[in-house]
């Protein structure tokens, strides 16, 4: 058995996905689940269609009670750690996919005290940095201005306090070390800090819809916990497998420039990085490659097309039968994902400028944002 | 040895001060030291006089800083978990002569989410409530409202969060546990509190001096082992005894009311409290009392008169001996106790009328609190 481990601050080794869902005690997203949604949105998204989106917590309520009128709201998330990578996008894209086709509030939390206190080289001031930074990545989703509010942790705190307040006085030392494995160690910053990613579920009387990795799973865990004895519906969560890093196991990392495609990434790196750094599927050879051709399951080329950028389902299979059968060589599939993947950062990056812009209006004067700093009543 | 206990949410037994002097690893108010406090301050103040504040951590250093005209400032609080009693009100009695003598700034913190998270069955709300009935009780000591700044940790989190996440990525959970005595059953709200207490000792590049009763110890002992290292001063403190309790042993309560005497109790309720509960070094009769003498050591009425409401040296040395020759009977004690007290209640409660349109100053509008919430940066 492969030694794995997944915490909201660590993923280590080769994750057994099907293990995790048995382990966290989440449920499968079965086609049917799939369909449903697709029904409602009258779309399909390639992250739910391919299995990127893996496991949830009652997203069959949630389509329950949106289609009984009560509606529900989205909530997400970042630690402002450092530049964001292409794998911190997939729960924002399809956050917003969700969010156009539901049509629903979203909120973003932005959560600069968490990395502060969590990394022991950053100071605030750089963890502050980074949240405007990624705000502007996250912007460039192509989120609602109107119906989104992004904020910052220490900046918004005085409006989440209280009700951290009221989380945190029902849980121990006890519970966040099961969860999370504080210890001794552990600030009692961070050891709060749970409350805190806790408060945005409850921000509307509604059922909360969280997209986000399978690693934040233990603060909704917590949430479920007490969330009914203090009023409000358990939260709902839809959770996405890690982008495999570059380099094949556990999860792209910012330490780790070779892992991972960074937002800022330019069309040279990003050649450079997949040519050398991505894990290939191929035979050694060109001649022992169309003799026995490659393996798209193990190619992390492969991997990232179907998972986020080959949306067409009929090139994909194409492309998974030339690669597997031997027509199709390793230099041509990078080839192939390297076109994909500056096409798309280009386009992020002309995003991302409008988005200095638009800022004002997720974190201040859209609809959604003014009624968060004025009406809403911690 | 007798068994006794003095947490930050304890008081416990019959305390021994000069051992806790030892266990915490404070000073020794000396003669010479009250001394120069009188000098500067061109005044004695009873209860540095009677040895009511006993201990202190660098009050000499204070001295120093401001006769070379460094300046200091001062720092108290209070934990809003119902009505105040006489012993509560020693520590602000004290800063404010401090303040008159010194004319130095004055912030007390009113620490409602505290309070909250100590106590399973208080609400927000109702923390929140005796927040700012405490306050009005707190500007009846007679602070200058240019000078001195009351805020609710709940409204001002916004400017004290930055630095407590600053004070608390350097306290560690075995910390926190060995000071406070914390434990797995503790919330993770408690937890963190520690940290935001520590934060108004850091509101000015000065030395912060802490007048508060010897239960809150703890606190600047964390405080002093963490503040050179992020380029502020330790602070310094001076410490009180515990007001005893009508029934003599502990600390006066606001779930026994009959161990206290409250600011808002009738003069009705003084004489019978004191009548009463008020433990008597006396005679069981007054043949043997005329015969024997009282023990004013031991007698309640006795020690309030000594530390709080009796300041003329002379008097209080004419009761004392009366009462100890059996000249003065128990009741005739008690009944000069209940006059001075009344007299204190009823001064206490004009001001405290007055209290309701001052207030906003303190909070919001004298030139400390202006500073504090537009200038301040954490």
């Not at 299979?317 to 597997?324: G, L, N, Q, S, V």
């Amino acid at each position: 058995m492969e030694e794995f481990s997944v915490t909201p601050w660590e993923v280590r080794g080769r994750v057994d996905y099907e293990r995790l869902i048995q382990i966290f005690g989440t449920q499968r997203i079965t086609e049917e689940l799939v369909k449903k949604v697709e029904e409602i949105a009258g779309e399909s998204h390639v992250m739910l269609r391919r299995g990127i989106f893996f496991s949830h917590r009652d997203l069959d309520l949630v389509l329950k009670d949106y289609a009984e009128g009560r509606g529900f709201f989205l909530y997400t998330g970042r630690g402002p750690s450092g530049p964001m990578h292409i794998g911190h996008m997939i729960p924002f894209l399809f956050t917003k996919w969700l969010q156009d086709k539901f049509r629903v509030n979203v909120y973003i939390m932005i959560t600069d005290d968490e990395k502060f206190l969590d990394e022991p080289n950053m100071s605030l001031e750089e963890a502050r940095r980074w949240a405007y930074e990624n705000a502007l990545d996250i912007i460039a989703a192509g989120f609602d201005p109107e119906r989104t509010f992004i904020f910052f942790d220490t900046e918004y705190i005085g409006k989440l306090y209280p009700m951290a307040l009221k989380v945190a006085k029902r849980i121990n030392l006890n519970t966040v070390r099961a969860v999370f494995g504080f210890t001794g160690e552990t600030n009692i910053g961070l050891t709060f800090y749970p409350a805190l990613q806790i408060v945005p579920t409850f921000f509307e009387r509604r059922r909360c819809l969280i997209p986000a990795a399978i690693d934040q799973d233990p603060y909704w865990r917590v949430q479920r916990d007490l969330a009914e004895s203090m009023g409000y519906y358990k939260a709902a969560a839809i959770h996405s497998r890690f982008l495999p890093p570059l380099t094949g196991e556990g999860k792209m990392s910012t330490s780790k420039p070779e892992s991972a495609i960074f937002l800022h990434d330019s069309p040279k790196e990003v050649r450079l990085k997949i040519m050398k750094y991505a894990f290939s599927g191929g035979q050694p050879t060109v001649e022992l490659h169309r003799k026995l051709g490659g393996n798209p399951d193990v190619d992390v080329s492969f991997q990232w097309l179907k998972i986020y950028f080959e949306p067409d389902d009929a090139k994909l299979a194409k492309i998974e039968e030339d690669y597997r059968s031997g027509r199709m060589l390793t230099g041509e599939l990078k080839e192939y994902l390297i076109e994909r993947l500056n096409s798309f950062l280009e386009q992020h990056r002309e995003r991302r400028e409008r988005a200095r812009e638009l800022i004002r209006l997720f974190m201040y004067e859209g609809e959604l944002a003014r009624q968060m700093w004025s009406d809403y009543k911690p």
